[in-house]
């Protein structure tokens, strides 16, 4: 069987890759692609009997190549949500690896490939609906003795400092919030935020300029200003350019 890996984190992708190849060798590896653009062109391009899909990718979510391209290859999905969030992939007959991805799950989602010949067709739109993520359209933060709800377009960016998480609105002001910068990641949507390194998740619409840094990094410079300066880590900065607009 042929498979395409849609995957924008590299080293997830490799160990994929190599894990596949050890447990079923004869199966041909066509391709991995990182970002939406790239898996529409490749699907318009080539027809694998089953793809590996991010939720995740650089440039926004795996959910918009379907709206792109028809695909009728079963699909296995990568992901960091919980199973329960996940629970309809089941009933229509698609699998999901949580990451990080154990043996044991990959096992089960090779081998239900291997099952599923004859089974009736999926409808891509009815499980789009079910499973699509849903952000969060607000935030609850702490002023004083109050308790803010603040929307996700006033938001400018967040960004970590000790221990203590904080998001800051348009206008800069700063709110203590009671989660880790890990947590804000998932539930901010990612066409409209960018987590640049352990420190920042940057919005698209804050972003007043960049500038270039050591080793093809990139300083962010935003309006309102952060508190200290906000550079694109090493191994974000391509996946970044992408988001922003293929720099």
């Given at each position: 069987?042929?498979?395409?890996?849609?995957?924008?984190?590299?080293?997830?992708?490799?160990?994929?890759?190599?894990?596949?190849?050890?447990?079923?060798?004869?199966?041909?590896?066509?391709?991995?692609?990182?970002?939406?653009?790239?898996?529409?062109?490749?699907?318009?391009?080539?027809?694998?009997?089953?793809?590996?899909?991010?939720?995740?990718?650089?440039?926004?979510?795996?959910?918009?190549?379907?709206?792109?391209?028809?695909?009728?290859?079963?699909?296995?999905?990568?992901?960091?949500?919980?199973?329960?969030?996940?629970?309809?992939?089941?009933?229509?007959?698609?699998?999901?690896?949580?990451?990080?991805?154990?043996?044991?799950?990959?096992?089960?989602?090779?081998?239900?490939?291997?099952?599923?010949n004859g089974q009736p067709e999926i409808n891509w739109k009815q499980l789009?609906?079910?499973?699509?993520?849903?952000?969060?359209?607000?935030?609850?933060?702490?002023?004083?003795?109050?308790?803010?709800?603040?929307?996700?377009?006033?938001?400018?960016?967040?960004?970590?400092?000790?221990?203590?998480?904080?998001?800051?609105?348009?206008?800069?002001?700063?709110?203590?919030?009671?989660?880790?910068?890990?947590?804000?990641?998932?539930?901010?949507?990612?066409?409209?935020?960018?987590?640049?390194?352990?420190?920042?998740?940057?919005?698209?619409?804050?972003?007043?300029?960049?500038?270039?840094?050591?080793?093809?990094?990139?300083?962010?410079?935003?309006?309102?200003?952060?508190?200290?300066?906000?550079?694109?880590?090493?191994?974000?900065?391509?996946?970044?350019?992408?988001?922003?607009?293929?720099?």
């Open positions: 069987m042929k498979y395409l890996v849609i995957e924008d984190e590299p080293l997830a992708a490799e160990k994929l890759v190599r894990n596949v190849q050890r447990k079923r060798p004869e199966w041909y590896h066509l391709n991995t692609v990182g970002t939406v653009r790239e898996a529409v062109q490749e699907l318009l391009d080539t027809k694998p009997d089953f793809i590996f899909v991010d939720i995740h990718l650089s440039d926004g979510i795996s959910f918009q190549i379907f709206d792109q391209v028809e695909v009728q290859s079963p699909i296995i999905f990568t992901t960091a949500y919980d199973q329960y969030a996940l629970r309809a992939f089941r009933v229509n007959s698609i699998d999901y690896l949580l990451k990080p991805i154990v043996e044991s799950d990959l096992d089960r989602a090779l081998r239900k490939l291997e099952l599923r789009q609906e079910q499973i699509r993520p849903r952000y969060k359209d607000r935030f609850l933060v702490s002023t004083g003795e109050r308790i803010k709800s603040l929307p996700q377009e006033e938001i400018a960016y967040f960004f970590a400092q000790g221990k203590h998480a904080f998001i800051t609105d348009v206008n800069g002001q700063q709110y203590l919030i009671d989660q880790t910068l890990t947590s804000l990641s998932e539930q901010v949507d990612p066409m409209k935020f960018f987590q640049i390194n352990r420190q920042f998740i940057i919005g698209i619409d804050c972003i007043k300029e960049m500038i270039p840094y050591s080793k093809g990094r990139l300083k962010v410079i935003t309006q309102p200003e952060t508190t200290t300066e906000a550079v694109v880590s090493v191994d974000k900065a391509s996946r970044f350019k992408e988001w922003i607009g293929g720099l």
